[in-house]
């Protein structure tokens, strides 16, 4: 999903990267994805660290 421009942020939650403004702390370990809508919809504990490496990743394919 992540090469096609899409990752999963929830177990039933798949989202495309263009559609992605932002990532936010709501409190108590718990963080959630910013649309373009200005819709939260909230990123499951266990996708945390795979959606901040692909953030990260588009980041540095975009700056180079």
């Known amino acids: 999903l992540t090469g096609c ?3 999963r942020i929830h ?3 798949i ?3 263009n559609q992605i403004a932002g990532v936010r702390h709501v ?3 718990s963080w959630a994805v910013i ?3 200005g819709d939260t ?3 499951g504990r266990t996708y945390l660290a795979d959606l901040r ?3 990260f990743e588009n980041i540095a ?3 180079s």
């Open 11 to 13: 177990r039933s939650t």
């Open 15 to 17: 989202i495309a990267f």
């Open 35 to 37: 649309d373009c809508k």
């Open 27 to 29: 409190g108590g370990g």
């Open 53 to 55: 490496a692909a953030l």
């Open 5 to 7: 421009g899409f990752i």
């Open 61 to 63: 394919a975009r700056s």
């Open 41 to 43: 919809i909230s990123i």
